[in-house]
């Protein structure tokens, strides 16, 4: 070892033990402050958030390891800004272990966990029970340097304890379920029919809470990367098939659709945002507001469907509107098999990783060790313990009255010593450690997800729910779905490939022409139109290279299907 490291590594544990009885001091020799709080840069590429973490998750930190986060999000130049002076902070959390990912990793600017038994001293709890998801990033290494290293830098999120289930669903299909009561819940086979179903819910609510113009759907830019996401995941959930590159993947027969086959599901999808768009039912500030924007309008009943969970019955479901007998949730048309994803020991491509230059990977370790514990995975998703959350004499859990509003709404005043409100405290990290659907062993048998606990599952929150229990004869979403048809996306090692330089050109021009013109497409307002920008929009992308970005989607989805069969056959 190193001076340089040796230095390094006595630092971080003085600073531990120093932590331990309270008394954090300064290190450098030229003494300093007790108590004096170390920050830990995160560069997080999924945060919309920037600066310092606030709230209760912050008093948390500062009280277990006297660590504050400072939040630095992604955005235009900054990964190769802080690529090219050596430095991507103190944690990093990656958008997917790709290419970005794989530079960092070739160009050696991630922390090895297992130097000086990092991971075996300050990740004790990660290291006994990830250890499927630690060999996926070993092995990810050892395939990007070429056999050359054996590090392990990071762990990918939403680990799971088994292989043997699947995740909660969130492509929810969530209507106006009050609505769809009031219209006398009609048949809805397949997406003519839905495409009916908003008309006539829009005639039968068209003002939001505050007077505003309803809309079907409200869509959003933010998140879009080789296609129009919102399109994309509505294929998703209608025909089972995963996004994969520059395309759609059937995990059922290993089929590989791209994103401009004709008739295929991209394009149909398209067109049928293109429909809601000509009858006045898309959002017109879909193309260019964002995320926060368009979770608004949810919030204020503004938006009648949703294809995810998220900003459909979760945003909507509040106290203000069941109580008025409204409320979102699932109504899937019957042609419908959405996709959800199987439970992973591996983990996802969400990669939590450690910054070589960091002079911190201790502490840094502990910090993402104590997200990984039970306590520390409920903590993150529900607040602190005993004041939001417990456990009864029988290990079942349930939220404290408290716990309960802020799960209802994060805008909830926190007190019992914490300053502001639920909201506040959000951890702004996007650590993900276990699957919200992963068995917390601290419980009975439950897991992390509040939406099966058995507190929560056993009397309907409200008379409208009551209803949707009652027409659907069943009390969860989950019993809703298993009832019915899904695709389920095998968890494997899959992951894809980096691209070289040349087609990482040729893949960024002809992904920009494909989200650019297929906005375009949406907002047709004939048929003829929408035709003619589409038809435009294919000769484009094949002048830019269309052809060789499907031939290497095509590649990808090959070896995703050959390990997903081999994961049959051991089965």
């Given at each position: 070892?190193?001076?340089?490291k040796?230095?390094?590594?006595l630092l971080s544990?003085?600073?531990a ?6 008394t954090?001091s300064a290190?450098s020799?030229c003494?300093?402050k007790?108590d ?8 997080n590429t999924?945060a919309n958030?920037?600066?310092?973490q ?9 009280e277990?390891f006297?660590?504050r986060?400072n939040?630095i999000p992604?955005g ?8 090219e ?7 990093i959390?990656w958008?997917?272990?790709g ?9 050696d600017?991630?922390?090895d966990w297992?130097?000086d038994d990092l991971i075996s001293e300050?990740?004790s709890?990660?290291k006994?029970h990830?250890p499927?998801?630690i060999a ?7 395939e990007?340097?070429d056999?050359?290293?054996?590090c392990l830098?990071?762990?990918?999120n939403d ?6 289930d699947h995740?909660?669903?969130?492509y ?10 009031q219209?006398?819940?009609p048949?809805?086979?397949?997406m003519?029919?839905m495409l009916q179903?908003l008309k006539?819910m829009?005639?039968?609510c068209?003002?939001d ?5 309803t809309?079907?759907?409200?869509l959003?830019p933010d998140w879009?990367d080789?296609?129009v996401?919102y ?6 959930a ?6 994969l590159g520059?395309?759609?993947?059937d995990p ?5 659709h791209?994103?401009l086959?004709?008739d295929g599901?991209y394009?149909t999808?398209?067109?049928?945002y293109n429909d ?6 898309l ?5 260019t507001?964002?995320y926060?924007?368009?979770?608004e ?5 503004g938006v ?5 969970n998220?900003?459909?019955s ?7 509107h069941?109580?008025?007998?409204k409320?979102m949730?699932?109504m899937?048309?019957e042609d419908?098999t959405p996709?959800?994803?199987g ?8 990669t939590?990783?450690?910054g070589?230059t960091?002079?911190y ?6 910090v993402l060790?104590?997200f990984?514990t039970?306590e520390g ?5 529900y607040?602190?313990k ?8 029988e290990?079942?859990?349930y939220?404290?009255?408290?716990g309960?509003?802020?799960h209802e709404n994060e805008?909830t005043?926190?007190g019992?010593?914490y300053?502001?409100?639920f909201h506040d405290?959000?951890?702004?990290a ?8 992963a ?7 439950e897991?992390y997800?509040s939406d099966?606990?058995?507190s929560?599952?056993?009397v309907?929150?409200?008379?409208i729910?009551?209803d ?6 069943c009390?969860?979403?989950n019993?809703y779905?298993?009832k019915g048809?899904?695709v389920?996306?095998p ?9 070289d330089?040349?087609?990482k050109t040729t893949?960024a021009?002809?992904t ?8 375009k ?6 048929d003829?139109e929408?035709d ?5 929009m294919?000769?484009n992308a094949?002048d830019?290279?269309?052809d060789t970005?499907i031939?290497w989607?095509k590649?990808?989805a090959e070896?995703r ?5 081999e994961?049959?056959?051991?089965k």
């Amino acid at each position: 070892m190193d001076t340089k490291k040796l230095s390094k590594k006595l630092l971080s544990l003085t600073l531990a033990g120093s932590i331990t009885i309270g008394t954090a001091s300064a290190l450098s020799g030229c003494g300093s402050k007790k108590d004096e709080s170390i920050t830990l840069d995160v560069y997080n590429t999924l945060a919309n958030y920037s600066g310092m973490q606030s709230g209760w998750i912050a008093d948390i930190l500062k009280e277990k390891f006297n660590v504050r986060l400072n939040i630095i999000p992604d955005g235009n130049g900054v990964y190769e800004t802080r690529m090219e002076s050596g430095n991507l902070g103190d944690i990093i959390v990656w958008g997917g272990d790709g290419d970005r990912y794989a530079n960092a990793v070739k160009s050696d600017l991630l922390y090895d966990w297992n130097e000086d038994d990092l991971i075996s001293e300050f990740g004790s709890y990660i290291k006994e029970h990830m250890p499927d998801a630690i060999a996926k990033n070993q092995n990810l290494t050892k395939e990007l340097t070429d056999g050359k290293k054996d590090c392990l830098y990071g762990i990918g999120n939403d680990v799971a304890t088994t292989n043997k289930d699947h995740q909660m669903f969130i492509y929810n299909w969530d209507v106006r379920w009050d609505l769809y009561k009031q219209l006398g819940y009609p048949k809805v086979k397949d997406m003519d029919d839905m495409l009916q179903l908003l008309k006539d819910m829009q005639k039968l609510c068209p003002k939001d809470d505050s007077g505003n113009k309803t809309y079907a759907v409200s869509l959003w830019p933010d998140w879009d990367d080789s296609m129009v996401m919102y399109v994309k995941a509505t294929a998703t959930a209608y025909y089972g098939y995963d996004e994969l590159g520059l395309g759609l993947y059937d995990p059922q027969t290993g089929t590989y659709h791209d994103a401009l086959e004709k008739d295929g599901p991209y394009l149909t999808m398209l067109k049928f945002y293109n429909d809601l768009y000509q009858n006045g039912l898309l959002d017109p500030d879909s193309m260019t507001q964002r995320y926060e924007q368009m979770g608004e309008k949810i919030q204020n009943g503004g938006v009648l469907f949703s294809i995810f969970n998220y900003c459909g019955s979760i945003a909507y479901n509040k106290d203000a509107h069941t109580s008025a007998g409204k409320m979102m949730y699932c109504m899937k048309p019957e042609d419908a098999t959405p996709l959800v994803a199987g439970m992973n020991t591996q983990g996802g491509t969400y990669t939590t990783s450690i910054g070589k230059t960091t002079e911190y990977p201790e502490l840094c370790m502990e910090v993402l060790n104590y997200f990984a514990t039970p306590e520390g995975r409920m903590t993150y998703a529900y607040g602190p313990k005993e004041i939001c959350w417990d456990y009864d004499k029988e290990g079942n859990t349930y939220f404290t009255e408290l716990g309960a509003k802020c799960h209802e709404n994060e805008n909830t005043k926190m007190g019992n010593g914490y300053k502001g409100s639920f909201h506040d405290g959000v951890l702004q990290a996007s650590f993900s450690t276990w699957s919200i659907d992963a068995e917390n062993p601290d419980s009975n048998g439950e897991t992390y997800n509040s939406d099966n606990w058995k507190s929560n599952i056993s009397v309907a929150k409200s008379d409208i729910e009551q209803d949707w229990r009652d027409y659907n004869s069943c009390i969860s979403i989950n019993e809703y779905f298993d009832k019915g048809k899904y695709v389920v996306a095998p968890g494997t090692s899959f992951t894809l490939e980096p691209k070289d330089t040349e087609l990482k050109t040729t893949w960024a021009q002809v992904t920009d022409e494909v989200k650019n013109t297929s906005w375009k497409a949406i907002y047709a307002k004939t048929d003829a139109e929408f035709d003619k920008i589409v038809d435009k929009m294919i000769e484009n992308a094949k002048d830019y290279g269309y052809d060789t970005c499907i031939e290497w989607s095509k590649g990808q989805a090959e070896r995703r299907h050959q390990l997903e069969q081999e994961l049959k056959a051991t089965k």
